[in-house]
């Protein structure tokens, strides 16, 4: 029967003090079984919270193997839970050498142990517990749902060296799943960030990515010595460490740290894909439609995920030869605007059928591809001119590839495709315009007056003239002639950008203008723009450097000065001209070139 007695056996427990608590077992062996009326724990739990391993030892000494299986009320975990949570490895190793079932004792989240530590991201303590949970078969009994979950917690927490053993020992864990969770080939369709076409790098980062050796790495044993993997990131990381003291470096070498992550998740996660699609070969009908891999292809389109459609669909070439299917995949990502994945119909034999197919609304891919995309992918893109080329870039690769017959097909609210990107784009293109007008607007004044200075420079020469001949007095010097061409300069290309600018503003701005027109003239507006700017201030400064040849204390800052505004443009503008010209003239998003890729 439970007395105040045992509160203060359990206050001292918490505080570490065993000599008393010792004493207290003495008189009352039965306290290592009791729970607290407080905290509904027993000693066990209280000590392991608190972290006092001396006492747990003990504790477990003087318990029964079926003692160490008590749960604590509410939560329902038991002291090893706790323990293997905390990356305790003292004292998991204390209780699980008594009583190895601890290991198959699920929580109330009815996960083992393995998958709470390895989705609370302990890989130590993971590859501690693997090994011994594998001896007592938990992971591939009850049809396999503890391995399953097991596995997606790994994948989803970079274990891949589990998940490869997992896959070799029991390969059908992969289509396995816990009620009410996705098993875990639809787990990898829903996570685009594991494959190299779902991730985004900036450039310099895709050339550090570029320059990493990929790993070929079977994960074979790998339990009682480090992976490849990790013996290569702690190098790098000692080398980080040693060089701290550079703040500089030490970014560099956590950038290249990263980047060097990401490079071995991606390798990983293809091999592993690569391994899911020699179970999925295996698989009759029935067990493809009870994995819902139909589901999972589409999902993987959505997303942009090349890897997965292209790997999947040669696993099962009847997804691909079912042109309803097809359809499906690839209006995902029409409207999810995934190029990449879109790109892949062009090495189908059969994508005039696709084309040719209707929904349930009878919208073809023509008419999907009128539907806006959502604002998600269409903030990617700087300006909302580009926004609406590249949805008319999107609109008429579709239209490319579709007949001219499909063209003109109504959808059930009776209207073309042409028509439905019309309305849908209506705002988009006035904002378009918007945008456009405002830019122009403000560049035509700044054009106006460089053009004025320079105009006026021209009749106000430095130095004025000579009195006898009429000609400017520093005529033959160098500097002077410097002046005189960027002035001509400056005042040509002013011109040039005021006119270029005035046609934008009067333009009629008609939907297919976005497409090369208008951003053609965008970009011959801010390049003579550019070139005028910098063409005045190199006249300013040849002005300066002629009347004070002799007097470098005003030279020199004032070049200094004179590059700010040009520095100034270059910063704020110039993104946006190359962003503009790539867009415009620059790589197609789309691959026309994809070759026959089920073969």
């Keep these: 029967m439970y007395s105040a007695e045992y509160d203060c056996f359990f206050n001292e427990v918490g505080k570490g003090n065993w000599t008393t608590a010792r004493e207290f077992l003495k008189l009352h062996p039965e306290a290592v079984r009791v ?20 006492i747990v030892e003990e504790l477990v000494k003087l318990m029964t193997p079926q003692d160490l299986e008590i749960k604590e009320n509410g939560l329902l975990h038991t002291a090893f839970e706790i323990a293997v949570e905390k990356g305790n490895m003292g004292m998991a190793k204390c209780m699980v050498e008594k009583n ?28 501690y517990l ?43 864990l992969i289509i396995a799943k816990r009620k009410s969770e996705l098993n875990s080939v639809t787990l990898i369709s829903n996570h685009p960030a594991l494959f190299p076409s ?46 701290s003291e550079s703040k500089m470096f ?12 990401v490079k071995a998740v991606h390798t990983h996660s293809v091999e592993l894909l690569n391994c899911m699609c020699k179970v999925i070969e295996t698989l009759d009908e029935n067990q493809i439609r009870e994995v819902e891999m139909s589901n999972a292809i589409v999902q993987a ?68 591809t009128g539907y806006i995309a959502n604002s998600r992918k269409l903030n990617i893109i700087a300006g909302v001119a580009l926004q609406m080329q590249r949805e008319m870039q999107w609109y008429k690769e579709v239209e490319k590839i579709t007949p001219e017959g499909v063209r003109r097909n109504l959808n059930r609210n009776i209207k073309r495709a042409s028509q439905v990107f019309t309305e849908t784009h209506k705002d988009l293109k006035i904002a378009g315009e918007r945008w456009m007008k405002n830019t122009s607007s403000s560049c035509t004044v700044v054009g ?25 007095m520093f005529l033959d010097e160098k500097l002077f002639k410097v002046f005189i061409i960027s002035d001509a300069i400056s005042l040509f290309s002013s011109t040039t950008s005021v006119l270029t600018f005035l046609g934008v503003l009067t333009s009629r701005y008609a939907e297919e203008d ?86």
């Design 100 to 127: 190895k079932n601890l290991l198959c004792i699920t929580d109330h989240s009815d996960m083992i142990p393995i998958a709470s530590v390895v989705h609370s991201g302990q890989k130590r303590m993971a590859r």
């Design 130 to 172: 693997y090994p011994l949970t594998l001896q007592q078969g938990v992971l591939f009994s009850h049809n396999g749902k503890h391995g399953a979950a097991l596995i997606i917690k790994s994948i989803e927490n970079s274990m891949f060296d589990i998940v490869f053993d997992l896959i070799k020992r029991c390969p059908h």
């Design 514 to 599: 976005f497409l090369t027109y208008l951003p053609t003239k965008m970009m011959l507006g801010l390049s003579t723009l550019f070139i005028s700017i910098a063409a005045m201030m190199t006249a300013f400064c040849a002005v300066i450097a002629l009347l004070f040849q002799s007097q470098i204390w005003i030279v020199v800052p004032t070049i200094l000065l004179a590059i700010i505004p040009v520095t100034l443009f270059v910063g704020l503008q110039f993104p946006l001209l190359v962003e503009i010209f790539l867009s415009t003239y620059g790589p197609s998003i789309f691959d026309r070139n994809v070759g026959n890729w089920l073969a």
């Design 250 to 261: 030490s970014l560099m070498i956590t950038c290249i740290y990263h980047i060097y992550e």
């Design 301 to 368: 389109a959505s997303l942009g995920i090349v890897e997965f459609v292209t790997n999947i669909s040669k696993a099962i070439p009847k997804a691909m030869w079912d042109a309803n299917l097809a359809r499906i995949i690839f209006e995902s990502a029409i409207r999810n605007r995934e190029a990449k994945v879109f790109s892949l119909i062009y090495g189908l034999d059969n994508k005039q059928t696709i084309t040719d197919m209707h929904n349930s609304n009878r919208d073809t891919l023509l008419h999907v």
């Design 448 to 472: 106006a007056l460089i053009f004025t200075i320079m105009f006026t420079a021209t009749f106000t020469l430095p130095g004025g003239n000579k009195q006898d001949t009429g000609f400017p």
């Design 198 to 243: 779902g991730y985004q790098l900036k450039f310099w980062q895709q050339w550090i990515y570029s320059c990493n050796h990929e790993y070929s790495h079977k994960y074979r044993r790998s339990w009682t010595h480090p992976s490849p993997i990790n013996t290569s990131y702690n190098s790098i990381f000692k080398v980080h460490t040693q060089l």
């Design 35 to 54: 729970t607290s009326s407080t905290c509904n724990r027993t000693a066990l739990h209280v000590a392991v919270s608190f972290g006092h391993l001396h």
